[in-house]
């Protein structure tokens, strides 16, 4: 049966996620609704990743198997015209053999966290970052981020629904930069745990205002304990940027 892997973005903001939902719309969900209009097939995509509710993506993957040879050109056109008015769009469409796949191929997933630092709320960019008012120094963030890299247990920064076997990740990147009044929390590894990126973002924040030192951002990983993270940043600063294979 041909396989198709697709390169999908999306404004997370009208979905309760990636997922499909009983009640509420997903992003699953519409795309596997315009796959049946164009194709009349019923299918379950699977995706590399399972982003929260309202949380962004410019490069999320997922894959999925039609039951007759398609140019994948006219998958992409014709889910971009199935999918509108959607916020979602899909923005490549390859032919893969029947061993790839979204999620377990994946070598390495990128995310990347938008906090706007300044007085002045967001008019455009509304629901599509973390407004924090209170000035922040994205420096000694960094120092922070640079502390915790590497293989360890993430259970501070793992949500307590996590279905991860093991809290066990090797973090790649954790960096932090200032761009005028943006500042930009890049994050990759292998794989993440449920809410991981979140927490150690809204933890960041504590360090950058000046409520905890690095050492006291390290100390809570080391606790292993997911009452010693004070606070997650809201999902609509989140972006999936990529994934790699």
Not at 101 to 116: K, Q
Not at 191 to 196: D, E, K, N
Request: proline share 4%; with cysteine; hydrophobic share 40%.
């Amino acid at each position: 049966m041909p396989r198709y892997k697709l390169t999908i973005e999306y404004d997370g903001t009208p979905f309760a996620g990636w997922q499909r939902q009983k009640t509420h719309p997903s992003v699953q969900q519409t795309l596997e609704e315009a796959i049946w209009r164009m194709s009349g097939e019923s299918v379950t995509l699977q995706a590399a990743g399972r982003t929260d509710a309202g949380v962004h993506a410019l490069g999320q993957v997922a894959h999925v198997n039609l039951s007759k040879q398609w140019d994948p050109l006219r998958i992409r056109e014709a889910l971009n015209f199935h999918l509108r008015p959607n916020t979602v769009g899909v923005i490549a469409v390859d032919a893969v053999d029947e061993t790839f796949e979204a999620r377990f191929s994946a070598t390495a997933r990128h995310y990347e966290y938008r906090i706007l630092n300044r007085r002045a709320p967001p008019v455009l960019e509304r629901n599509h970052i973390w407004h924090v008012a209170k000035p922040l120094d994205a420096d000694i963030m960094g120092r922070a981020a640079g502390l915790i890299l590497g293989l360890h247990d993430f259970t501070t920064f793992r949500s307590s629904e996590c279905q991860a076997k093991s809290p066990l990740r090797t973090l790649d990147v954790l960096d932090v930069r200032r761009e005028g009044d943006r500042i930009l929390v890049s994050a990759s590894a292998r794989s993440f745990l449920h809410h991981q990126v979140r927490s150690m973002v809204g933890c960041l924040k504590l360090v950058g205002e000046g409520k905890w030192t690095p050492e006291d951002f390290r100390a809570a990983l080391d606790a292993k304990d997911r009452s010693h993270c004070r606070a997650m940043a809201p999902s609509d600063g989140l972006y999936l940027m990529a994934v790699d294979y």
